[in-house]
């Protein structure tokens, strides 16, 4: 029997006595072997000591040396310090030695008495009753005054001088920090207390037993005496002892307290109470109730790529069922103080589930121990884990439930919590059910809906009054829709897709069919010689020491079967361009590949996937048009029908993503297999007599810019045989495809959109947790999801006609026009010259190789432009027939995006073209008008014109539309003219197919009809500061025709020009009929988006090369002329827009500075933080290659402040367009529209163009009716300002004072009436 066990047979269990007082049971009994030699004997002497002599007694188990002597000595010390901050740090050494008495002692053969003579000599028993801080005795160790010491004596003066300030100055505040007088030691510890705290003696008594002491009880029925007046005593002995060194600091910061003040009243008084004032007032909902707390240091909550690497393992290992590793590794972790940084409550639930599965109750409670000595508090999971356990056990007390559930209150946690928050699998919640049943017999689960949410002004009718709402149907049968889930459950299992290319197919001849047969041969010899080096590769790591504490990539290898990784392996070689692949991209393919079949096997193993379909089957019930009607979103659907199939596990997963330094090594090591074991025969080709093996791989080295990355390259003999086998077949991960059933709707931030792959709610960096944190710490997301459920539930169809075109071009030698790449045998030809030949010139060789890099260069692009274009049309071809679904994400602005990357609707003109509604309308009165128009927009030829003026320009050349239709490569070809040739042909059909119908106002279209906003960041802005001017030019004021901005700023410029040039100006003079609505667009369209003088005067630039007359020799200095005068032009004419921009910049500037990253809640709720970073450097490394990695969002480095403050504008403007986007998106759902959007353009119908102009307008200005400049103000000063005043000094004050006053002048805004957007025909068009 351990040692751990002998304490845990005492009565008296709790922490807070003898296993907190006495912390040596668990520290030494799952790890130190000298334990296991003193078992026996220790049960019984260690549960009849007294404690004082058990702290003793306990030390005799080690060695009497020199080393363990001095070990202890300086813990002891490190004790004495920690305990004078007992209030600020958690005392989480190993040796829970108190400073009282510490004695070495022999251990006697018998293991049962102790000698108690104190002989103060080398090598005999030494007692010490304190650590000596001077003088050295005979035969005990050297004791300096520790630095320690002298840094915590410095902090605590600093710690009183802030909170006497405090005292001084704000002691008539109520909402301030109020300090007793100085030398009263309570005060000043509930002044310092911080979450770090630990709970003293006396707290400990009050709040009963932990569930780590209930659970050991259940075990164990021996006694042992009370300890109560050992712990008074010892804590007594402590406070006295720093009692005095408190007081003695405080008076000598008396002199400290004058200069604080007076420096304070330098601050004029009015300022801050007006300060104060704003800070302590109401602030909106959206700014405070559903703001998370995030660390800025990332203490808090560790999710370091440490932390997660160490999760990632620990599920690993318990996947595979290696039990004995995942124990030792987490042991390992714990046992080294400096480890235990990187642990948190979850990590010790993963083992606590694992034991709980077992149904071992005394592996539970040691969990719970190692839980409070790491300083970490149980959490529901842990709870839940330790029910769980008791359910299986049927002969768990009653009463070690019963203290379990009253530990669990004592926390704030409810049983309802259990049920609502953790995540079950198998048959976890069932168990912990029957436990719970034990106490309380009649207990249900409360899951019931919550239906009180407090929802935003901008949703609050939208989701409270829906009498008049008709949301949409799917035009499919319940039984076509659950025969389309079972489709698309088979390729998601299944990870990958194999489909036919669209490339021309040309006819098999002998030496196409010999080259196939040949590399078919070949990848069957690299799958056994795989499989072979593989395992013999798991073997060696299999016998690793499992109690290493370093990870261990074994577990990793083993999570799939040993063929799934080499066909992952074969599969990235066919993939493998001719030009080769970077190591680093390489790697972290194949580690995501293996990531993915993991995820999916998870659901597989807990059983999840059967309630899946279960509850989709139900939801398509809400969907299919052959049910019943009703006003339930498909969120709310989804989670009923959850609550109602309450039994088993629930579909959101709990386990932790792989941060990127394991799918990196974990990818490295498969390419180090390949490198190593794939060989060719070197004659394979061409019989030659010097035949010998040749890997088919190579790893080397090439400069990108200035920095050497590696790269795998194939061989030229492999990219040979595979360009001659002329594979006809293309294989994606299914994830790449569009779904074939409508996705899962986003019910939290963890689950939604595919059935099995993983998907993130929010795209962020690699290794980026930031944002992960604010997300799931917001309480009201359900806007936001049900926006990205309405664009993920529209139904899509290929528009066959274009896409056989679109192929027949594309297998033709392409078109550069038309935006369609040729084939790589269009590629300009490598000059092949020797170097080394003296025939060539120095400056000859420099211009040839400057050719060879040209030449390269431009065949690169070539085949990079030329496979994306396949894989589109290829993707398009292979969905021809069928009816698909893009499920939706974000960016971490709120922007929405398809999740397949390759085929969408946000591609290029050739990609929107392809596709079409799957549901169709009939065009109605004003349908085939609203086609014309669209068409006239998309040929870019009217912008400036009305409406109507477009509508007539349309009718007007009707007769090249119609021949466009029928003959688009045959005949006037009026259509590749276009701004946008691709979908005006399309649209083209589609008037020809309505003018051609009986009835053009009763034919059905499928076509998608855009409205544009109109420079939308400039709207924005001008909304924000309400310029009449500005919004004038960007079309929120009603007009008879669309204003152009464009031509506006240029006009502008066009004046100061020739002002200047009357001025004898010599550039003025040159630039003289040069300035037009071309030069200045990109200009002034990213200026709203944060574009700098520099960043616009290269694009001006660009502009004044591309036109043939403007003479050269001027370029440089007429395009800092020009930037110039664009940022003047348009700081006259929108000065809201600057102002508010300046004061943005500004804002992120100070914060940013402060240490702070800058973050905001848009008007929905959705919590945006910017992920600008000092880059710090990381070297991940292998035995292969070290990967030096640059990562620039990690939020334990100070902010970027250049990133911070030239992002913050448009990252704002972004976040309010994606808001506008999303309010409307919902309306047009409950309006019954088809709605899609790319960004700030808005997709429907023909039929209800009108509908949806409609709401755009209405909530746009619901959304710019609320105070969203004073919002971001009071939120800014909530989040960055609240306390600074107590907590600056110095310099540092001046900046968060300047912070404070910056905030406060929110910037004024103009009379332009809002309203009036409502009936400006061009605000969207």
């Not at 719970?436 to 409270?464: A, C, E, G, R």
């Not at 996705?743 to 963890?750: E, G, L």
């Not at 992002?1207 to 409307?1224: E, G, Q, R, V």
Request: proline share 5%; hydrophobic share 35%; aromatic share 8%.
């Amino acid at each position: 029997m351990s040692l751990l066990r002998a304490c845990t047979f005492a009565k008296c269990f709790s922490r807070r006595s003898l296993l907190e007082k006495c912390a040596l049971g668990q520290s030494f009994a799952d790890y130190c072997r000298l334990c296991v030699s003193a078992r026996n004997g220790a049960v019984r002497w260690i549960s009849e000591t007294p404690l004082h002599l058990q702290r003793r007694n306990v030390l005799s188990v080690f060695p009497k040396s020199d080393d363990a002597k001095k070990r202890v000595l300086e813990q002891s010390q490190l004790l004495d310090v920690l305990e004078a901050r007992i209030q600020q740090l958690q005392s989480d050494v190993v040796l829970d030695v108190q400073h009282a008495k510490v004695q070495f002692v022999k251990v006697p053969s018998c293991r049962r008495g102790v000698s108690s003579g104190r002989i103060p000599t080398r090598g005999s028993l030494l007692e010490k009753t304190d650590i000596p801080k001077s003088g050295p005795s005979k035969g005990a160790y050297k004791s300096h005054p520790s630095r320690w010491m002298e840094k915590l004596f410095q902090e605590k003066k600093t710690k009183l001088r802030k909170l006497l300030h405090v005292q001084l100055n704000f002691q008539k505040s109520a909402e301030v920090l109020t300090v007793k007088p100085k030398g009263n030691k309570s005060s000043l510890k509930a002044a310092s207390t911080t979450h770090k705290t630990i709970s003293s003696a006396s707290e400990r008594k009050r709040s009963g037993k932990k569930v780590s002491d209930e659970i050991c009880a259940a075990l164990s029925a021996p006694t042992t005496v009370s300890l109560v007046t050992a712990e008074k005593t010892a804590t007594t002995s402590k406070a006295s002892k720093w009692k005095g060194s408190k007081q003695k600091s405080s008076n000598k910061d008396g002199k400290a307290e004058t200069s604080i003040d007076s420096e304070a009243t330098k601050m004029d008084l009015a300022e801050i109470e007006e300060l104060h004032k704003r800070l302590n007032q109401r602030v909106p909902h959206w700014t405070v109730q559903d703001k998370p707390e995030i660390s800025q240091d990332g203490t808090g909550s560790p999710c370091g790529d440490t932390h997660l690497s160490i999760l990632a393992y620990l599920e690993a290992c318990v996947f595979i069922g290696d039990i004995e590793r995942s124990q030792n590794f987490l042991l390992s972790q714990h046992r080294v103080v400096s480890r235990r940084k990187h642990l948190t409550t979850d990590v010790y639930n993963i083992m606590m589930r694992v034991w709980a599965k077992k149904g071992t109750l005394h592996q539970v409670g040691r969990i719970f121990i190692l839980l409070e000595e790491a300083g970490l508090k149980p959490n529901l999971g842990s709870y839940c884990a330790a029910l769980e356990c008791m359910g299986r056990n049927p002969n768990c007390f009653p009463n070690t439930i019963l203290r379990c559930l009253k530990q669990m209150e004592e926390d704030g946690l409810s049983i309802d919590d259990l049920f609502s928050q953790c995540v079950f699998q198998h048959d976890e919640r069932d168990l912990l059910l029957k436990a719970i049943h034990i106490i309380k017999p009649d207990y249900q689960p409360n899951l019931s809906l919550q239906t009180n949410q407090h929802y935003s002004p901008l949703v609050k009718d939208f989701y409270t009054q829906r009498e008049n709402h008709s949301f949409p149907k799917l035009d499919f049968t319940q039984e076509d829709l659950q025969e389309r889930f079972k489709r698309q459950l088979g390729v998601e299992e299944a990870c990958t897709i194999t489909i036919d290319s669209v490339e021309a197919v040309k006819p098999i001849t002998a030496d196409i069919a010999k080259m196939r047969a040949l590399l078919a041969e070949q990848q069957a010899q690299w799958q056994k010689v795989l499989l072979q080096a593989l395992g013999e590769s798991k073997m060696i790591l299999a016998k690793s020491n499992t109690k290493d504490h370093r990870l261990n990539l074994y577990p990793y290898l083993c999570l799939l079967e040993d063929r799934e990784y080499v066909d992952i392996m074969i599969q990235s070689v066919s993939n493998l361009p001719p030009t080769g692949q970077s190591l680093r991209t390489l790697a972290k393919d194949l580690g995501n590949r293996v990531y993915t079949k993991y995820c999916v096997q998870q659901k597989h193993q807990n059983h999840t996937v059967e309630k899946l379909q279960t509850i989709y089957n139900a939801y398509t019930d809400l969907l299919a048009k052959d049910t019943k009607v009703c006003n339930v979103l498909p969120r709310e659907q989804w989670c009923q029908l959850e609550v109602e199939q309450g039994i088993g596990p629930l579909l959101q997963g709990d386990k932790s993503s792989w941060p990127l330094i394991v799918t990196l090594d974990l990818g490295i090591y498969l390419v180090d297999l390949m490198v190593k074991n794939l060989k060719i025969n070197s004659d394979i080709l061409k019989p030659a007599t010097g035949r010998k093996l040749i890997p088919i791989l190579y790893h080397m080295y090439t400069f990108r810019s200035t920095q050497q990355i590696g790269f795998i390259k194939p061989h030229p003999i492999l990219s040979q045989m595979q360009q001659g086998a002329m594979e006809t077949k293309l294989t994606f991960d299914s994830y790449v495809m569009p779904m074939l059933c409508p996705p899962v709707p986003w019910t939290t931030v963890k689950f939604g959109a595919y059935l099995l792959t993983p998907t993130k709610l929010m795209r962020t960096i690699d290794g980026a947790t930031h944002h992960k944190l604010l997300l799931e710490k917001c309480q009201n997301l359900h806007a936001v999801f049900d926006s990205l459920n309405q664009l993920g539930n529209c139904a899509w169809k290929i528009n066959k006609p274009i896409l056989d075109i679109i192929i027949s071009i594309f297998n033709d030698r392409g078109s550069d026009k038309l935006d369609i790449p040729p084939p790589l045998s269009e590629a300009p030809k490598v000059p092949h010259f020797n170097p080394h030949d003296p025939a060539y010139t120095a400056s000859e060789k420099a211009n040839m190789k400057r050719q060879v890099i040209s030449a390269k260069k431009k065949f690169n692009e070539m085949h990079s432009l030329r496979m994306d274009a396949l894989y589109k049309l290829s993707i398009a071809h292979h969905m021809r027939d069928e009816i698909f679904w893009f499920p939706h994400n974000m960016d971490f602005r709120g922007r929405t995006y398809p999740c397949p990357p390759y085929f969408n609707h946000l591609g290029s003109d050739m990609t929107r073209a392809m596709l079409l509604f799957t549901e169709g309308k009939p065009l109605g009165p004003k349908g085939l008008d609203w086609l014309k128009i669209h068409l006239v927009n998309l040929t870019g030829l009217k912008k400036k014109s009305s409406l109507q003026g477009r509508l007539d320009y349309g009718n007007s050349i009707l007769e090249d539309i119609l021949d466009s239709a029928e003959n688009p490569l045959n005949g006037k070809k009026w259509w590749m003219d276009a701004d946008e040739p691709w979908q005006a042909l399309a649209c083209c059909m589609e008037i020809a197919n309505a003018i051609r119908s009986p009835d053009p106002t009763q034919y059905i279209s499928h076509f998608p009809i855009h409205q544009d906003g109109s420079c939308n960041g400039l709207q924005h802005y001008a909304a924000l500061g309400r310029d009449v001017i500005g919004a004038t030019s960007v079309n929120l004021m009603p007009c008879e025709v669309p204003q152009d901005v464009y031509s506006g700023v240029a006009q502008q410029v066009e004046e100061f020009r020739a002002r200047d040039a009357a001025n004898d100006t010599k550039i003025a003079q040159v630039l003289k009929g040069f300035i037009n609505r071309k030069v200045v667009k990109q200009t002034v369209m990213t200026v709203v988006y944060g574009v700098t003088r520099y960043g616009g005067r290269l694009q001006i630039e660009k502009r004044l090369k591309e036109t043939d007359d403007f003479p050269k020799d001027y370029v440089w200095e007429a395009s800092h002329y020009l930037v110039r005068l664009v940022f003047s032009g348009l700081k006259e004419m929108f000065t809201g827009t600057r102002e508010i921009q300046d004061w943005l910049t500004e804002s992120a500037r100070l914060i940013s500075k402060s240490g702070h990253s800058v973050e905001w809640v848009t008007p929905l709720g959705l919590p945006i933080i910017q992920p600008y970073h000092r880059t710090r450097s990381k070297v991940v490394r292998n035995k292969m290659q070290n990967i030096n990695l640059q990562i620039t969002h990690d939020a334990k480095e100070r902010p970027d402040t250049v990133k911070q403050k030239n992002a913050f504008p448009p990252n704002f403007i972004h976040s309010l367009d994606s808001t506008h986007m999303m309010l409307t998106s919902l309306h047009c759902h409950s309006a019954g529209l088809t709605f899609v959007s790319v960004h700030d353009c808005f997709w429907t119908h023909a039929l209800t163009v009108d509908t949806m102009n409609k709401i755009c307008r209405e909530q746009f200005v619901a959304l710019h009716s609320q105070p969203i400049l004073q919002d971001l103000s009071n939120f800014m000063l909530q989040k960055y300002c609240a306390g600074l005043l107590t907590d600056s000094t110095g310099k540092k004050s001046k900046e968060y004072k300047k912070l404070m006053l910056l905030l406060t002048k929110v910037p004024e805004t103009g009379d332009f009436d809002l309203h009036q957007v409502k009936e400006s025909t061009y605000f969207f068009s």
